[in-house]
């Protein structure tokens, strides 16, 4: 009988796995175990987590309540794939969805369960409004991010993902997201010039996709007059609208739906990454009655019915949604980042900060900078990671969920991060 080595090391990855993975490559840990906020590695260290999955940990590792509803599922046998069959957990999801989040914010939707991840979501968007309006062109907009496969990536606007794709990525039109050049130009002022001219070689689009905090973008803010001012373009020439909430969705910006500042309700509305609550794949297309013109079968996924998701989710939604509490902590803690960021700023040359809620970003003029930032609070144990289209952001999104205490111990550790970066460059910088 042949003897199977079980021990794990950091050569098992360079030897077995793809030069395609990213993450591990700046924190080279072998992590194990985690709870909360928190994550340990095989040698027993604990690194504080301010990536949290990339947002899709919005209420942290292992959620004690989240896990119990989950094994006692997985103990009794409950279904486990069920592609889109009926069963009991994806009912108790239909009913408490519409119960915690829709009708209290009083949306009409209709859910759809596209396939496991949000770039899945954002594939049946695209294709449901070419669908409904019988049009082919998507307007997106500059430093979008919606998703890898190749749908996602024609509305995506990162030239080194977008080259990935190995084809023309086409039926597209990029558009300049809020502030793009800085006040400079009237807002809309050029798509509705555009539009409304025969003469301008635009063919009307099917939809307009947008994200209303562009995270893998830079934490680009859009704000609620521009959102609205977005819809009501939109409304006026019959072009649906699309939010993107893989990311700020959940709760991310306080509110549930990071599009409720802004008072609007779009026509198509798109959900992965925390909406199961645990880290489980999961995904919405959520869409107004109307615009449910799918035939049976035509547009599927072998892993759309992933029922242990569908526990946790339904778990999450009672557990955090039943009530204000959670949106105010969001605002809470994330002044408390804003407030920490804006001292930075203000003591650092080259350093600013934007965001909302609890996804903030710190920019650096120079680039390079904030890498270094990320890998020396790695050294401190503590995950952020980098985004915008030069990696010119230190990127925040920790779980809502954190203690205080952990939230500003994270925060000294960046803040120290962040001295040690800008005293090298500039050594006369005032204490």
């Known amino acids: 009988m042949t003897t199977i080595d079980t021990h794990v090391d950091d050569k098992t990855f360079t030897k077995y796995e793809s030069e395609v993975r990213s993450y591990c490559r700046n924190w080279p840990a072998i992590f194990d175990t985690a709870q909360g906020?928190?994550?340990?590695?095989?040698?027993?260290?604990?690194?504080?987590?301010?990536?949290?999955?990339?947002?899709?940990?919005?209420?942290?590792?292992?959620?004690?309540?989240l896990k119990e509803a989950l094994l006692r599922h997985l103990v009794r046998d409950g279904i486990t794939h069920g592609l889109d069959m009926s069963t009991v957990a994806k009912g108790e999801f239909l009913q408490t969805f519409h119960d915690r989040i829709l009708a209290p914010r009083n949306l009409d939707y209709k859910v759809q369960f596209p396939g496991p991840t949000g770039t899945n979501a954002v594939e049946s968007a695209l294709k449901l409004a070419r669908k409904v309006t019988g049009r082919e062109s998507i307007v997106s907009f500059t430093n979008a991010f919606h998703g890898m496969t190749l749908g996602s990536?024609?509305?995506?606007?990162?030239?080194?993902?977008?080259?990935?794709?190995?084809?023309?990525?086409?039926?597209?039109?990029?558009?300049?997201?809020?502030?793009?050049?800085?006040?400079?130009?009237?807002?809309?002022?050029?798509?509705?010039?555009?539009?409304?001219?025969?003469?301008?070689?635009?063919?009307?689009?099917?939809?307009?996709?947008?994200?209303?905090?562009?995270?893998?973008g830079g934490v680009n803010v859009a704000r609620a007059e521009w959102l609205s001012a977005l819809a009501e373009l939109c409304q006026s020439r019959e072009i649906l609208l699309i939010v993107d909430d893989v990311q700020m969705g959940c709760g991310r910006t306080g509110e549930f739906f990071s599009f409720e500042i802004a008072d609007i309700k779009p026509d198509i509305v798109t959900l992965s990454k925390s909406i199961s609550g645990y880290g489980l794949p999961m995904a919405l297309t959520l869409l107004k009655p109307e615009?449910?013109?799918?035939?049976?079968?035509?547009?599927?996924?072998?892993?759309?019915?992933?029922?242990?998701?569908?526990?946790?989710?339904?778990?999450?939604?009672?557990?955090?949604?039943?009530?204000?509490?959670?949106?105010?902590?969001?605002?809470?803690?994330?002044?408390?980042?804003?407030?920490?960021?804006?001292?930075?700023?203000?003591?650092?040359?080259?350093?600013?900060?934007?965001?909302?809620?609890?996804?903030?970003?710190?920019?650096?003029?120079?680039?390079?900078?904030?890498?270094?930032?990320?890998?020396?609070?790695?050294?401190?144990?503590?995950?952020?990671?980098?985004s915008g289209p030069s990696d010119e952001v230190v990127k925040l999104l920790p779980p809502l969920t954190i203690d205080e205490d952990d939230l500003q111990r994270g925060l000294d550790i960046l803040s120290k991060a962040v001295a040690a970066v800008a005293t090298e460059r500039t050594p006369e910088v005032a204490e």
């Open 153 to 216: 990536l024609s509305v995506t606007g990162n030239a080194t993902k977008r080259a990935g794709a190995g084809v023309p990525l086409v039926h597209s039109t990029p558009m300049p997201f809020d502030d793009y050049f800085d006040g400079a130009v009237e807002d809309f002022g050029w798509f509705t010039r555009v539009l409304d001219d025969h003469g301008s070689g635009l063919n009307r689009p099917a939809a307009v996709i947008v994200e209303t905090i562009q995270g893998e």
């Open 37 to 65: 906020a928190w994550l340990t590695d095989v040698d027993g260290n604990k690194y504080l987590d301010f990536f949290a999955g990339a947002g899709a940990l919005n209420y942290g590792h292992n959620d004690p309540d």
């Open 291 to 386: 615009h449910d013109v799918w035939n049976p079968g035509e547009h599927n996924g072998t892993f759309r019915g992933n029922n242990p998701a569908f526990v946790t989710a339904t778990t999450a939604l009672n557990k955090y949604w039943s009530d204000d509490l959670l949106t105010r902590d969001v605002h809470r803690k994330g002044a408390i980042i804003s407030e920490t960021f804006a001292g930075l700023s203000e003591k650092y040359e080259g350093v600013t900060h934007r965001g909302r809620g609890m996804v903030q970003g710190l920019v650096f003029d120079e680039p390079e900078l904030a890498g270094k930032v990320c890998a020396l609070a790695y050294e401190d144990r503590l995950l952020a990671e980098t």
